[in-house]
Structure formats: C-alpha cells, structure tokens
C-alpha cells in the first residue's frame, strides 16, 4: 500500500511563498512521475505540475508556469512544490499523486494513488 503524506501548506499573504511536500511511503518510489494538482471550492481538481521518475522532465499548469517548481529527491522519497509570487486564485487544497507510469503527465486519470490535501490560503 502507498501512503502519500503532504504538508507545508497554510495562510500566507499575495506574493508570498510556500514550499509544500509530499512524502511516500515506498521503496519503488524512484520508479514512478509525481505531480501536483490542486481543487478550490466549487471548483474540479486541476493540474498544477508533475515530474518524471529521475526529475529530468517536468511540466506545467499555465496558470502557475514561471512561479512555481517541483522537484523530487528520491533519496528522501519526497517531491517538492516551491510556491512563489502566490495569488489569491492559487487558495486550494493542493494533493501529490503518484502515477503509474515514469514520464510526468497532466493526466489526473493516470495518477493511481494521492495524498490527503493540504490546505494553501492566500490572502489578498
């Protein structure tokens, strides 16, 4: 069983940073991509960023393109979302799934196990 275990979230003000984790439970954990997707109130999970299993690859949401980066260290079995110049419209329970498959991929269809959220607030 994979267990994903987020956190980092929080308040913080417009323009602000935040650096979420997600650590996993597994040993084959350098074996699969990463990502990020996030869900605002009212609103279906969107993608935000995945990574392919050795980092090489990584991939974008428009919205969040040049403010922030995933990164994994798979010595330590935990990705990373470095959140910079935060927005309001980024206030979202943010999840990491693994997916079953090494190349990163928006595709939240392909992403087989997730975290429990964790909850980013920005304050305009």
């Known amino acids: 069983q994979v267990q994903l275990v987020e956190s980092g979230g929080g308040l913080v003000q417009a323009g602000g940073s935040l650096r979420l984790s997600c650590a996993a439970s597994?040993?084959?954990?350098?074996?699969?991509?990463m990502g990020w997707f996030r869900q605002a109130p009212g609103k279906e999970r969107e993608f935000v960023a995945s990574?392919?299993?050795?980092?090489?690859?990584?991939a974008y949401a428009d919205s969040v393109k040049g403010r922030f980066t995933i990164s994994r260290d798979n010595a330590k079995n935990t990705v990373y979302l470095q959140m910079n110049s935060l927005k309001p419209e980024d206030t979202a329970v943010y999840y990491c799934g693994r997916r079953a498959l090494p190349s990163a991929s928006s595709r939240g269809s392909s992403y087989e196990y997730w975290g429990q959220g964790t909850q980013v607030t920005v304050s305009s």
């Open positions: 990574i392919s299993w050795s980092g090489d690859t990584t």
């Open positions: 597994v040993r084959t954990f350098s074996s699969y991509a």
